[in-house]
């Protein structure tokens, strides 16, 4: 896997670190901008991980661009040689499967839509080989996926699912994009699955809705009160299905400050994983569950 650099202007150095989507490009990306945060080097003032690739912003006063891509180079060579192994989070994210909410907006939207006579999940269901929107729901639900990435909209997790490539999920964007998505709508596009933080426009595929904020700037909710995105990349997420009474039960609580997600710390290793991912995957909901 071979790093490609290149400079934006004065003060960036993009990396793109894999063509193609995969938990070896996004591991890579990780461990180089960690080292990076890490090694706390003179001039960079802003680091950004990303789909398979990265963003270094730095001060050229104080730092020689060349002399930086010097050491860019250097920790993306040790990233070849390291034990693909970081210390991570896996979180419970409830979810309310064909809710109302984005059932009313997903109607509202079907001119823009490929399949107008169908539902989001109908739809996926079926372009992915299912048979109906249970089949789809237990196949979206029954293996954890990977936060490579957040951002483009604050606290946005963009999520790859930790299956086998032949058994990822695929679902495309709307044709044209919507001009409203409810807040908190779990979505789908191409191969990743995001959180929408807040409402606005958007164009992925919608499945449900998590009564469970991600997002909170002014950091009122009780456990984003220390960091006002819930999401870091590395992190990963497992969906929980839960009914109308449950979603309601959790806003609830939420609202009244006592909503407490389930949240365990892992250490995560990508060879292991390889190895056998059904398995290593049962091992993450056991630690996950305390089990």
């Not at 933080?197 to 009160?225: E, H």
């Amino acid at each position: 896997m071979q790093t490609r650099f290149s400079f934006g202007g004065d003060e960036h150095i993009f990396a793109e670190v894999g063509e193609a989507m995969s938990l070896e490009a996004f591991f890579k990306s990780l461990f180089v901008t960690n080292a990076v945060r890490d090694a706390k080097i003179k001039g960079v003032t802003e680091i950004c991980p990303a789909n398979a690739s990265y963003q270094i912003k730095f001060d050229p006063d104080q730092i020689k661009p060349d002399d930086l891509l010097v050491e860019l180079k250097r920790l993306d060579a040790g990233s070849e040689k390291s034990e693909p192994v970081i210390k991570t989070r896996i979180i419970e994210i409830p979810v309310l499967y064909n809710d109302p909410w984005t059932h009313d907006t997903l109607m509202r939207f079907r001119e823009r839509h490929q399949d107008p006579n169908g539902t989001d999940l109908e739809y996926a269901a079926r372009i992915n080989g299912l048979d109906g929107v249970d089949a789809f729901i237990k196949a979206h639900s029954s293996a954890p996926w990977f936060v490579s990435m957040v951002g483009f909209v604050a606290g946005l997790p963009f999520l790859y699912q930790m299956v086998e490539r032949e058994r990822q999920l695929q679902a495309p964007k709307y044709l044209r994009p919507r001009t409203d998505t409810p807040k908190l709508t779990v979505g789908h596009g191409g191969c990743f699955s995001c959180i929408y933080s807040v409402r606005g426009a958007g164009g992925y595929q919608m499945f449900g809705i998590t009564p469970m904020p991600i997002y909170d700037p002014n950091q009122k909710i009780s456990y984003l009160r220390d960091f006002m995105c819930l999401f870091k990349p590395g992190d990963i997420v497992k969906w929980k299905p839960i009914d109308r009474a449950a979603y309601d039960a959790a806003v609830a609580d939420v609202d009244a400050g006592r909503f407490a997600p389930v949240i365990r710390d892992v250490s995560f290793s990508l060879t292991e994983f390889n190895r056998d991912i059904d398995a290593y995957n049962r091992k993450l909901d056991g630690v996950l569950h305390g089990h």
